[in-house]
């Protein structure tokens, strides 16, 4: 186990060494867009003076390099910084106490979004795995070609057909689940998750493809193997050869593509947000990037990194337990 | 006794390749009664393991019985359904693989595996299947029978596995048991307490057998029938004893004749003349590892040296420290009395041509993307510097001494290509390089005798033409006795003995050598028995384990 305990450390170092390149990148991306939160909040009628006097509040004068280790240094003692529109406004009202931080800005959207993510999951990759079992047991049938032919459409069609297809059918033809997804803080579990089901529907179908796809193919993958072939010259059933005898062999492939698709639905699913009206992190920080809210778009962006990173650390470490060499060494 | 067990006839099976089906069984009878051990023997292509399935009612994909019945127990294989067919396989007819290895799950405990069986079909629960297991790992030799069934296959060496497997074919007391080659991945020192233990309990609960095998030495010890198959046919069936003192058909008498094989004595060496290679006090460690110690040998022009040992025993990392691929942590390799720097990336491109390898594995040895003539080209162009019309020309010479038509094998690929011939394009690029010396790592375990043979001749044959000095590495005795002139027995990373081969073969001999030397098996029904009770071991199964 110590081995795998240091396979996890170096893991997590090389994490957080990730992370660290992937927010400078953020910075200089972020920087090289063109216009700056002074000129898109004035628009064009604005002074020299105004923008430089906004700039100067704000410290956009100051150079790339120093902006980016203040932004770092705060970062590290947990400070995500003040959102740009926040401060404005706060300024215009002339008081200074209204100040939202970055982090009171994301922290609800981003439970927004792990509350969607998981419903989500929750559905999605129970359905998938089954479904690509179920696809390996019965290989080249009618049942494994329809399942193959509907997920595939299903990831082909742009999100957004996809998201008012089930509106249409599950809320105007057969109104059986709300159309907008506006929750809010406070709701009870219940409606919550009642409001979140469609957009979460509209994910799955999305997600499921991938996820079943790989099951099946991992699986199939290992059918032809002296171990298998054992387990059916025992007698056994074929459900049983392939879940006690194949899955278990197959998980590293089918673990790292839920990662993958976990991702995604954290960081990708801003077309969704928006169709339902789902209050996400994903449409804020569309709407950050739009304004140059900067410090708001780098604090999402380090979020998605860091979700990216973690899950694939993640995937990374199930996959290797889940090889019985490693957890039983000679 | 009267209804035979298994009954099958007119079986005949085809195996499909490129959408074509072609014939790999023509029509084949076999019976079996209750308690008989049948031996199944032929080179490999001639269909064994296929028949040994079907007679399980079983084919791989790709493989169908097109013709025939079989017959278990007056229930028609064939025609049966497909749970009438799980019913009987695991609980009746049970099967051992050739490589227990990779044919237990390494998912799963052995006991979780061995217990499977006997749950699913209802015959014992879980505890009384795991009790039993004990016993049965304790009849068959296994160390710890305790707690040996709790480990993972991997935490499990080969011939343990191999017993534990036929454990698990017990499980349920089945009447048939289809052993497909079972100690065919083993080292000889292994085979025997394999061949003893699966012997003791087929014995014990009377159950019928087929034993598929390769090695007639090794069926005459197992078997009380023996039938000979010859590319999907027939060629003869007789008891034991009767086929081993008077086989009637050519094919089976050169099965026999592939032992004797053997090159003429070469004259001594010269006293004086500088060895090709000479190995000075090698010690190798893989990290921090040792893996060998102290090993020291010479060998001279014209000359093969063999290197003898079990798996595990340091054979082939002598060999890459010779060839530069681990460098040696003390000691030198000389080459013609010039010390050979010990990495390879720091040798000449003339010493690398030198010392060349040709490997056990020709299917992974060779590039599957690239033809025949590439394959040698490049070493051809890469040290020799030849291209163009004189490399195609130097390119269909190596073919010619290889014995390989160049116009019809030029442009192959090495899947068009069977396993002897592989192996020759393995020797035709090791020769490409023109070298002094080249590393035969286990260059014929892989195939079958007859074609063994055949590449054991040629590399005879080439070593006498152009002076070659080989290091053959084996496990089998057989190869040694045929072209060895020198003999250097490895354990445990060190040699244990060496000399030149005739003294090797005549005792009296290191305990270790003795060992080897006669846990070879030989072509005499009785060979087993009369070793065991030589050895001292009682094989009537549940004897105390004798640690040999």
Redesign the interface.
């Known amino acids: 186990m110590g081995n795998v305990l240091k396979i996890i450390l170096q893991r997590l170092a090389l994490g957080m060494l990730t992370l660290l390149i992937v927010s400078v990148v953020i910075f200089v991306a972020v920087n090289l867009l063109p216009g700056d939160f002074a000129e898109s909040i004035l628009g064009q009628g604005a002074t020299p003076e105004a923008v430089a006097s906004i700039r100067r509040d704000l410290g956009l004068d100051q150079p790339l390099v120093v902006r980016y280790f203040d932004w770092l240094g705060g970062v590290a003692r947990g400070d995500l910084g003040s959102s740009f529109a926040q401060a404005n406004f706060a300024s215009f009202t002339g008081t200074n106490s209204g100040t939202k931080t970055v982090a009171d800005q994301i922290a609800p959207r981003f439970a927004n979004t792990m509350f969607l993510a998981t419903v989500t999951a929750v559905i999605a990759v129970p359905f998938a795995i089954i479904l690509g079992i179920m696809a390996a047991l019965y290989r080249n049938s009618v049942f494994d070609r329809a399942t193959n032919i509907l997920t595939l459409s299903s990831i082909s069609s742009p999100e957004f057909f996809l998201a008012y297809i089930l509106i249409l059918f599950l809320a105007v033809l057969n109104p059986i689940l709300p159309s907008l997804s506006n929750i809010y803080d406070g709701m009870a579990f219940g409606d919550r998750l009642e409001k979140t089901l469609l957009p979460a529907l509209t994910l799955t179908l999305v997600v499921t493809a991938h996820m079943m796809r790989m099951t099946r193919a991992a699986i199939i993958n290992l059918l032809a193997s002296p171990y298998i072939e054992m387990a059916r010259l025992k007698g056994l059933s074929p459900i049983r050869v392939i879940v006690r005898h194949a899955l278990p062999n197959a998980l590293a492939p089918i673990i790292n593509v839920i990662a993958l698709n976990l991702a995604y639905l954290i960081t990708g699913v801003v077309v969704v947000e928006v169709v339902f009206v789902y209050p996400g992190i994903g449409q804020l920080f569309v709407d950050s990037v739009k304004i140059r809210d900067i410090p708001v778009v780098q604090a999402c962006c380090l979020i998605f990194a860091a979700a990216y990173i973690l899950l694939n650390l993640t995937a990374d470490i199930m996959s290797i337990l889940s090889n019985p060499r490693m957890r039983h060494p000679k | 006794m009267t209804e035979p067990l298994l009954k099958m006839r007119g079986v005949k099976l085809e195996g499909r390749s490129d959408e074509v089906w072609s014939p790999i069984i023509n029509g084949i009878d076999l019976t079996l009664m209750r308690g008989e051990v049948l031996g199944l023997i032929g080179e490999s292509g001639a269909g064994k393991s296929t028949l040994g ?1 079907a007679a ?1 009612g ?1 084919t ?2 790709g493989v169908r019985i097109n013709a025939g019945t079989v017959e278990f127990d007056g229930i028609d294989l064939l025609a049966a359904s497909a749970a009438t ?7 009746r007819i ?2 051992v ?1 050739q ?1 227990a290895a ?7 405990r052995l006991m979780d595996q061995h217990v ?2 006997p749950v ?2 209802g015959v014992m629960s879980r505890t009384e299947s795991e009790s039993d297991a004990i016993e049965l790992y304790r009849k068959l030799r296994l160390p710890d029978p305790e707690q040996i069934g709790f ?2 296959p ?2 499990v060496s080969g011939g343990q596995l191999q017993r534990a497997m036929t454990a698990m074919a017990m499980s349920c007391r089945p009447d048939l048991i289809i052993f497909d080659e079972p100690t065919t991945a083993l080292d000889v020192t292994t085979q025997i307490e394999v061949l003893a233990s699966i012997r003791d309990i087929v014995e014990q609960f009377n159950t019928a057998a087929i034993y598929i095998t390769h090695d007639l030495a090794v069926v005459a010890q197992m078997a009380d029938r023996i039938k000979v198959l010859l590319k999907g046919d027939e060629v003869e069936t007789a008891d034991t004893r009767t086929m081993l003192a008077a086989p009637t058909q050519e094919y089976t008498k050169s099965l026999w004749a592939v032992r004797s094989f053997q090159r003429p004595r070469k004259p001594a060496v010269i006293v004086g003349a500088v060895p090709v290679i000479s190995v000075q006090s090698v010690d190798a460690r893989y990290g921090t590892t040792p893996v060998l110690h102290d090993v020291s040998f010479d060998l001279h022009e014209g000359r093969t040296v063999a290197v003898v040992g079990e798996s595990g025993s340091g054979k082939s990392t002598a060999a890459r420290c010779i060839a530069g691929l681990l460098p040696p942590a003390a000691g030198q390799i000389l080459l013609d009395g010039q010390v050979l720097p010990p990495d390879y990336r720091k040798r000449s491109k003339d010493q690398l041509r030198q010392v060349q390898m040709i490997y056990q594995m020709a299917d992974t040895a060779l590039n599957p993307r690239m033809s025949v003539g590439r394959i040698i080209a490049r070493p051809v162009q890469f040290y020799l510097g030849l291209t163009g019309a004189v490399k195609r020309k130097r390119v269909d010479q190596l073919l010619e001494q290889i014995e390989m038509e160049p116009t019809e094998y030029y442009n192959r690929l090495p899947s068009e290509l069977s396993g002897g011939q592989k192996q020759r394009i393995g020797i035709a690029r090791a020769l490409a390089a023109e070298p002094k010396f080249i590393i035969c790592d286990e260059v014929t375990s892989a195939l079958d005798q007859l074609v063994a043979e055949g590449i054991l001749r040629l590399l005879a044959k080439l070593q006498d033409d152009l002076h070659l000095s080989y290091m053959f590495i084996t496990h089998d005795l057989a190869t040694v006795r045929a072209i060895a002139d020198e003999v250097v027995v490895m354990k445990d990373g060190r040699v244990v003995e060496r000399g030149p081969k005739d003294v090797m073969f005549k005792p009296p001999h290191d305990p270790y050598t003795e060992l080897l030397l006669s846990s070879v098996p030989e072509m005499d029904p009785d060979w087993l028995t009369n070793l065991l009770a030589e050895r001292g071991v009682d094989d009537i199964g549940g004897a105390a384990v004798d640690k040999m």
Request: glycine share 6%; charged share 25%.
């Open positions: 399935l399980m079983y791989r994909d067919k799980r019913n009987l396989l695991g609980k049970a099967y693989a490589s990779a044919s237990f799950n390494p998912a799963h499977e069986g699913q079909h480990r993972y991997h935490q």
